[in-house]
């Protein structure tokens, strides 16, 4: 039995110590967890990350193949049909507006309804047409 004794490394005091510390951390955790129940550590960000690219809404009538292309969604390819459309839209019919309203981008090859419906709020369409 002396040999038992030898191996303890720990009296009983300092595990009654060790055992109060422990019980206190745990409580201070534990308390720290249900004060601060709703931080989020990494917060989302309201705006796409592309979002300050395009500052306002673009005209498709009258913005050009840079313009186009940043808008989210679009790509350079479908900008270039839809400026390609436009232009053979006023070689024929001069004094029209090519978009007049958003569903007229479906007359461009390429562009279906669900992507009408995603570039909607990067696109806007004048509301009269233009003069002579």
């Known amino acids: 039995m002396s040999g038992a004794r030898e191996l303890r ?17 745990a409580g201070f955790l534990g308390f720290r967890l249900s004060w601060d129940r709703q931080h989020v550590p990494r917060p989302q960000r309201d705006e796409g990350q592309r979002a300050a690219e395009v500052l306002d809404r673009v005209d498709p009538n009258s913005a050009d193949l840079a313009t186009l292309s940043l808008v989210p969604g679009l790509g350079e390819k479908r900008a270039r049909e839809i400026v390609a459309y436009r232009d053979e839209f006023h070689r024929t019919r001069p004094n029209e507006v090519a978009f007049e309203k958003q569903e007229d981008l479906l007359k461009v090859s390429g562009i279906g309804v669900s992507m009408v419906e995603n570039l909607a709020p990067y696109l806007m369409f004048p509301t009269t047409k233009p003069s002579p």
Do not use: I, K, Y
Not at 9 to 25: E, P, S
């Open 9 to 25: 490394v720990w009296t009983a005091a300092q595990r009654v110590v060790l055992a109060g510390f422990v019980l206190l951390l």
